[in-house]
């Protein structure tokens, strides 16, 4: 089946450290992507996107990189502060006829940045 | 003030009882979505709507139902709750969009069935 995963479970770095945090996907037929980040009593807040015609997106120190081929992609933050500390899902909008989008889920990364 | 809302934030009851979340948007969206989170899962779906009194089922819809009578609701009922429903429910809302698109989501509710 279809199926988002993350690598691993947690993350600890250092404040100022840069963090990178990996996702794999089955479905080589997706083509959009999306990044979330859970802070703890919150829901998931959208971080950043990518479609399938673009390796590689930059947002304000985030960078997602996008390897088709192997069908990874993963979020880098740059300068890792403690505010960035969160769980980390990466999505996959399910398209199908008609429009709808159905998020598929990774289990999450758990990043725990450290002063 | 939040675009997506959810009612109640917190609720514990008993195996057995009905219980309803609600959940209201100012967003002006069509699309809106009920996920169940537990831990050290993602979020998995349970219904989604496109539209007013449009009903579709998700990954795990046994044991939920939910309806949408009103572009800015759409709740989800436990007919009879059982303790492995006990999770963080989320609500979600989106643009129609062919190419996909963010979901905005609400503040959680948690759901304790003893």
Known sequence: GESVGLHLPTLSV?????????????????????????????????????????????????????????????????????????????????????????????AGTRLAVHP | DADVTQTPRNRITKTGKRIMLECSQTKGHDRMYWYRQDPGLGLRLIYYSFDVKDINKGEISDGYSVSRQAQAKFSLSLESAIPNQTALYFCATSEKNLQGNEQFFGPGTRLTVL
């Open chain 1, 14 to 106: 250092q404040e100022g450290d840069n963090s990178i945090i990996n996702c794999a996907y089955s479905n080589s037929a997706s083509d959009y992507f999306i990044w979330y980040k859970q802070e703890s009593g919150k829901g998931p807040q959208f971080i950043i996107d990518i479609r399938s015609n673009m390796d590689k997106r930059q947002g304000q120190r985030v960078t997602v990189l996008l390897n088709k081929t192997v069908k990874h992609l993963s979020l880098q933050i740059a300068a890792t502060q403690p505010g960035d500390s969160a769980v980390y899902f990466c999505a996959d909008p399910q398209l199908r006829a008609g429009g709808y989008n159905k998020l598929i889920f990774g």
